[in-house]
């Protein structure tokens, strides 16, 4: 029996799975640089949401001065874009992978349909479940931090830059962001994984063993406020308002697109945008490992790393025991 049929998955990306070699040592700077440039060029997530920031914040954004006192007339507006933008993202996603099959099962994870019925499920069935939480409990939240980070930047509460003065630092903020994103999602996922918060809140997000693009935002409340709240690092470190756009949009966008449950988008049978991450993929069906991503190795360093090989698989099984009391 083959690695892949062992495992149950319909597809594998190349096995063992690595991380970043941003963190590696000895470091290894040719390396670091070609991961770094394959993360950002030609087609990625990353490019793609920050050029949406930028869009946001030239087209659709309320001017900055307008959001010193809370009111409809500029928070709304964010609102409904934020509602557009996700329905945009994972809809689209949804439409193309699931209602119309049109890639099939190629570079699909995991060869199960997603669960049309469940009792576990707030609706009744996983999409709908997916998109209640996702449209009316993170939407909500999303748009919530970016009313409070304008409006703290409006009155100067939190530091700003600007292009004209920090070229440097705008800039190197669209690369750190996702870099600050794992590192933080790491640690609140392990909080999220104690048997309490999971009880009482993660387990929303887990009703998901098998993910599609609406299961990425489908949270309880209280994991959309703590999942969000990665933005308030820029109550101390200072960014401009387009990089508020662009970290927001990051956490909830790519919340869609890495919970794909397809490795890429297929064009002329090559992989031209990556989207699901198998090592997330394998988070959602083991549910103790890979709580991180492969940008910061802390899955690694602290023994929760699931790299898709049969060998950490029967290590993982292990684990999974010791902490269930097996």
Known sequence: MSEQELKGWNHLPPLPLQTSPLFQWPPRPL????????GWFLI????????????????????LEQ?????????????????????????????????FTAQG??????????MKNGRQFTLGGQIRDNMFWTMTSGVFF?????????????????????????????????WLIPIWESFYFYWIH???HMPFFYKHVHSVHHRNINVGPWSGMSMHPVEHVIFLGSVLIHWVVAAHPVHILYHLQ????????????FEGLLMKDRNRLNLGTFHHQMHHRYFECNYGSLEVPWDRVFGSFHDGTVQADAEIKKRR??????
């Open 321 to 326: 025991k010791r902490i269930m009391g097996g």
């Open 31 to 38: 390396a670091a640089l070609k991961w770094w440039l394959s």
């Open 142 to 174: 999303w748009t919530a931090y970016e009313v409070l980070m304008f409006w703290a930047m409006a009155n100067g509460y939190a530091p700003m830059i600007t292009w004209a003065a920090h070229p440097f630092s705008f800039i190197a903020l669209f």
């Open 190 to 192: 392990r909080l999220l």
């Open 44 to 63: 990625s997530e990353k490019l793609i949401i920050a050029g949406i920031a930028l869009i946001s914040f030239y087209w659709l954004q309320p001017p």
């Open 67 to 99: 959001s010193r006192h809370l009111a409809l007339d500029w928070i709304l507006p964010m609102y409904l874009r934020n509602l557009v933008l996700m329905g945009g993202v994972a809809g689209l996603l949804h439409v193309y992978f699931y209602s």
């Open 250 to 261: 990051f956490n909830a966008l790519t919340a869609a697109t890495t919970h794909t449950g």
């Open 105 to 114: 099962k190629r570079l699909k994870y995991d060869p199960r349909p997603l």
